[in-house]
């Protein structure tokens, strides 16, 4: 049971049979995520050039984010927008009937809604 809660992690390369101990040497071997090419299967890989690798993977990642949330950012700023537009229509509209409603009302003859002289 004590070993199992003091195991440390590790990864296993299923490529070329490595094993890391440490996350972030693990992470540069296989990536970021799993559709990333593990380091020892990218021909002519060293270890700055992976470390550089991984960095720009990870950059364009964050790139892709940052992009995604600023979209959103920008697409509920445009819905409020037009639902603030359609709401403000919607009243203007109201306030116009109403007003025509209490002109129809006050001076129905004007209209035709009543015979004229009949009050
Ligand atoms: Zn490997």
Do not use: M, N
């Given at each position: 049971m004590a070993s199992q809660v003091t195991a440390e992690?590790?990864?296993?390369?299923f490529h070329c049979d490595e094993v890391f101990t440490s996350e972030h040497e693990a992470r540069k071997?296989?990536?970021r995520a799993?559709?990333?090419?593990?380091?020892?299967?990218?021909?002519?890989?060293e270890h700055g050039l992976v470390e550089a690798l991984r960095r720009a993977?990870?950059?364009a990642a964050d790139a892709w984010a940052a992009l995604h949330n600023e979209s959103t950012d920008f697409a509920k700023?445009?819905?409020?927008q037009a639902a603030r537009h359609r709401e403000q229509l919607r009243t203007i509209e109201?306030?116009?009937?109403?007003?025509?409603?209490?002109?129809?009302k006050a001076?129905?003859?004007?209209?035709g809604l009543a015979p004229k002289g009949s009050s």
């Open positions: 992690l590790a990864w296993r390369c071997h296989f990536g799993e559709d990333q090419t593990c380091a020892c299967l990218i021909k002519g890989s993977e990870q950059d700023a445009y819905f409020a109201q306030v116009g009937y109403d007003r025509g409603i209490a002109d129809a001076h129905p003859e004007t209209l």
